[in-house]
């Protein structure tokens, strides 16, 4: 296991929430995690934390290579042509590489507790990448953004949502390497898994992960029955820390969840 001396925790944020901060608060007070929060908005931020806030421009970003994490500003809801995760990528290979490992977080992913993190990092930070699926392009259809995406990197292609992950130092030079011989990246959910598995290195579809989904509905059954698991999407980051406490109560109550949990993970959980 890579000790959590060595290993950063990012959160990315388009702008800051007041919750993001208080819970990267607590991940640095209870952990020896370095804790980032990386903001895609640029309007300067004067405000005292025990945790690293990064601001990168666009223009740095783009004049470094570090653009198309995102396609381009039309494809996807977050209209931008550079995001948070090509600053992200910027500052941990190019500004401060010397992480090895590190695990990037969306932050509307509900994580119930510190200990999940702790609990992950000690699980899989001996792998390359952590991902919620590892799936393999197997056909020619030209669905999706798979047309943008042809003509930046040749195939084999394997592709997951990352919106959360974790990845290696010999990962994050693989990227690196692409944007000095290519001048850009490419689409995150395609990229990272790509270049891990072209390059023979060790990747994990997680299962504490596969709760990282496009549009899953998920609350405090599934926040007991997956204790280990990080939930995707919840957009109600003011709800959290109750959400974190109800957690805590439920539980000393012996509390009995329903059992409404999507197929393809209770397929996994009896596997």
């Known amino acids: 296991m890579i000790s959590q001396e060595r290993t950063a925790i990012a959160f990315l944020s388009k702008s800051l929430h007041e919750e993001t901060l208080r819970f990267a608060n607590e ?4 952990t020896k995690f370095n804790v980032y929060i ?3 908005d640029e309007e300067p931020m004067r405000i005292k934390s025990n945790v690293a806030i990064i601001q990168v421009t666009d223009e740095i970003a783009t004049i470094n290579g570090y653009r198309g994490c995102n396609i ?3 494809s996807t809801h977050i209209k931008k042509s550079v995001i948070a995760y090509d600053k992200c990528l910027f500052y941990f290979c190019e500004m401060n590489p010397k992480y090895e490992f590190i695990w990037i ?3 509307d992913c509900f994580i119930p507790s510190v200990d999940t993190i702790v609990n992950l990092h000690s699980k899989y930070s001996g792998y390359d990448l952590v991902t919620p699926n590892n799936f393999k392009k197997t056909d020619n259809a030209m669905d999706w953004h798979w047309h943008s995406i042809v003509d930046k990197i040749e195939p084999l292609y394997y592709y997951s949502m990352v919106c959360a992950m974790g990845i290696s130092k010999a990962t994050l030079n693989c990227v690196k390497e692409y944007v000095q011989k290519n001048d850009t990246l490419f689409y995150i959910e395609v990229m990272f ?3 891990c598995m ?3 290195l060790k990747c994990i579809d997680a299962f504490e992960l596969k709760s990282v989904v496009w549009q899953g509905k998920w609350d405090i059954d599934e926040f007991i029955l997956l204790p280990d ?3 995707h999407p919840r957009k109600d980051l003011e709800n959290y820390p109750k959400m974190r406490e109800m957690i805590e109560v439920f539980r000393r109550e012996g509390y009995e969840p329903t059992n409404n949990l999507p197929e393809f993970i209770t397929n996994l959980m009896v596997s």
Do not use: C, R
């Not at 991940?27 to 209870?30: N, W, Y």
């Open 27 to 30: 991940i640095a007070e209870k």
């Open 38 to 40: 990386i903001i895609d």
């Open 72 to 74: 381009d500003s039309n």
């Open 105 to 107: 977080m969306e932050d």
């Open 193 to 195: 898994n790509t270049l």
């Open 198 to 200: 072209q390059n023979n």
């Open 229 to 231: 698991n990080i939930f």
